[in-house]
């Protein structure tokens, strides 16, 4: 099968500037590739993965147990391990005062894939062997505002976009289950530990949009459109 997605983004990011590797997420039961063996955490093979890294991520080799479970490879913890989750989140990371602000966060999020698919495959988008369920861009702020726009040129529907939760949570999770592009800056904690710049913004894109964002490229002024003000707007203006 031609894998069209390999070649499909280049305008895109030759417009936007795209300095980091459009990541490729896909989940699957099937195939084979990426790099298998060691322990990686989700977030860290999502930096890696930009830089032209690929990996095959299971239960396995997911170093992290909330990784594993937002990305739907492993049930939530029960019982012990619960209040241990209560008590990292509330007294340990600090990212939510309460254990009733935690289960806030995670009962108004969209749920996990639990039980979905085997393995993940996370790599850049060059190199993917499958077909993309998600598309994840690492950029700043002012690409993040033109991808946003793209992605909206054609049915003019409002990103509703779910900032909070993990990395793995919003960048991957929910847009896979929802099937609508997120924004996220990501945890906190997962910037920290993994050292991501400042300026980064993790952009999601279901990969059944692509082709429509692709397509706004030349037709809007967020991607190469030349902008057109008319003489009114300018003299109301001035």
């Known amino acids: 099968m031609e894998k069209k997605w390999r070649e499909e983004l280049d305008g895109l990011v030759e417009a936007l500037g795209i300095k980091s ?8 039961n099937e195939g084979s590739g990426g790099e298998r063996g060691r322990k990686v955490w989700i977030c860290n093979a999502l930096k890696q993965a930009a830089r032209g890294r690929s990996f095959a991520i299971d239960t396995e080799t997911s170093a992290c147990p909330g990784g594993s479970w937002h990305c739907g490879f492993t049930p939530p913890p029960q019982g012990e391990a619960w209040r241990g989750l209560q008590w990292f989140l509330t007294r340990g990371e600090k990212l939510t005062s309460s254990i009733v ?3 806030r966060m995670q009962s108004l999020a969209a749920p996990p894939p639990l039980g979905m698919a085997e393995r993940m495959f996370m790599g850049p988008v060059k190199e993917a062997e499958m077909r993309p369920d998600l ?3 690492l950029v700043n702020a002012e690409q993040a505002c033109r991808l946003v726009f793209l992605d909206h040129y054609w049915d003019g529907i409002p990103l509703r976009a779910e900032l909070t939760g993990s990395l793995c949570s919003s960048a991957i999770a929910h847009p896979l289950v929802t099937g609508r592009t997120n924004v996220t800056f990501g945890d906190w904690t997962a910037r920290r ?19 429509n964002l692709v397509a706004a490229v030349p037709e809007c002024s967020a991607g190469t459109a030349e902008l057109e003000i008319p003489q009114g707007f300018l003299h109301r203006q001035t």
Do not use: L, N, W
């Not at 710049?197 to 949009?209: K, Q």
């Open 135 to 137: 598309v994840i861009f």
């Open 101 to 103: 602000s935690f289960h």
């Open 21 to 28: 590797k459009p990541v490729a997420v896909t989940f699957t």
């Open 193 to 211: 530990m993994q050292k991501y710049g400042p300026e980064v913004i993790f952009v999601s894109v279901p990969y059944e949009r692509i082709g």
